[in-house]
Nanobody, 113 residues
Framework: QVQLVESGGGLVQAGGSLRLSCAAS????????MAWYRRAPGKQREFLAG???????NYADSVKGRFTISRDNAKNTVYLQMNSLKPEDTAVYYC???????WGQGTLVTVSS
C-alpha cells in the first residue's frame, strides 16, 4: 500500500516562499510520474505541476515561473518550491502519484496580504 505524506505548508506573507515536500512509501515512486494539485476554498481542484519518472516537468500557466517541481528518487520525495506567493495561492496542496492515482492528505498553505 503506497502512502503519500505532504509537509511544509504554513502561513506566509505575500511575496514569500515555501517549499512543500511529499514523501512516498514504496519503491514504485521511482517508476511513477508525480504531480501537485491544490484546492482553494470554494473552488475545484487545480493541477499545478507534474514531473515524469525521468524528470521532465510541466506547469499550469497560473504558477509557471513561480513554482518549481522536483524529485529526489533516493529519498522517495517530490518537492514543490513556491516563490512570489500571492493571497490567491491560499489552498490545501496535495501530491499525487500518477501510476496508482494515490493522493496525500494535503497540507494547508495560507498567504496573507
Amino acid at each position: 500500500q503506497v502512502q503519500l505524506v505532504e509537509s511544509g505548508g504554513g502561513l506566509v506573507q505575500a511575496g514569500g516562499s515555501l517549499r512543500l515536500s511529499c514523501a512516498a512509501s514504496g519503491s514504485i515512486f521511482r517508476s511513477s510520474a508525480m504531480a501537485w494539485y491544490r484546492r482553494a476554498p470554494g473552488k475545484q481542484r487545480e493541477f499545478l505541476a507534474g514531473i515524469s519518472s525521468g524528470g521532465s516537468t510541466n506547469y499550469a500557466d497560473s504558477v509557471k515561473g513561480r513554482f518549481t517541481i522536483s524529485r529526489d528518487n533516493a529519498k522517495n520525495t517530490v518537492y514543490l518550491q513556491m516563490n512570489s506567493l500571492k493571497p490567491e495561492d491560499t489552498a490545501v496542496y496535495y501530491c499525487n502519484l500518477r501510476l496508482l492515482e494515490v493522493w496525500g492528505q494535503g497540507t494547508l498553505v495560507t498567504v496573507s496580504s
